[in-house]
């Protein structure tokens, strides 16, 4: 399956932003489903993510980001509320087929990503 990220751009402290990934060769009904982000001179975080387990969240971002994607499963949002300066990153949509994971927010199982979109978010 291929991804590709949009809707990565600047924006204030506590706006809001939409980024959207799109897949190709392949719908996401038989993976598990992520976003992550890498912020400057950080590694990679695990955002949420959806799975036959359910939707789970970072910490830092439980409240405001809800991870959602469309019925015909092609296309996954991310909604990021209440954005924050520590939220600047490059952002990441990635998918793994289900099963082949213990942990869907740790990068290593991943197998599929995007090529990222930025954020930056600033007062």
């Known amino acids: 399956v291929r991804l590709v990220e949009s809707g990565g751009k600047f924006a204030q402290v506590g706006g809001s932003l939409t980024l959207s990934c799109a897949a190709s060769?392949?719908?996401?009904?038989?993976?598990?489903i992520a976003w992550f982000r890498q912020a400057p001179g950080k590694g990679r975080e695990g955002v949420s993510c959806?799975?036959?387990?359910?939707?789970e969240y970072a910490d830092s971002v439980k409240g405001r980001f809800t991870l959602a994607v469309n019925d015909a499963w092609n296309i996954m949002t991310l909604q990021m509320n209440d954005l924050k300066a520590d939220d600047t990153a490059v952002y990441y949509c990635?998918?793994?087929?289900?099963?082949?994971?213990?942990?869907?927010?740790?990068?290593?199982?991943?197998?599929?990503w995007g090529q990222g979109t930025q954020v930056k978010v600033s007062s």
């Open positions: 990635a998918a793994v087929p289900e099963g082949d994971y213990n942990d869907c927010l740790e990068e290593d199982y991943i197998d599929y």
């Open positions: 060769g392949d719908t996401l009904d038989d993976y598990a």
């Open positions: 959806l799975s036959t387990s359910g939707l």
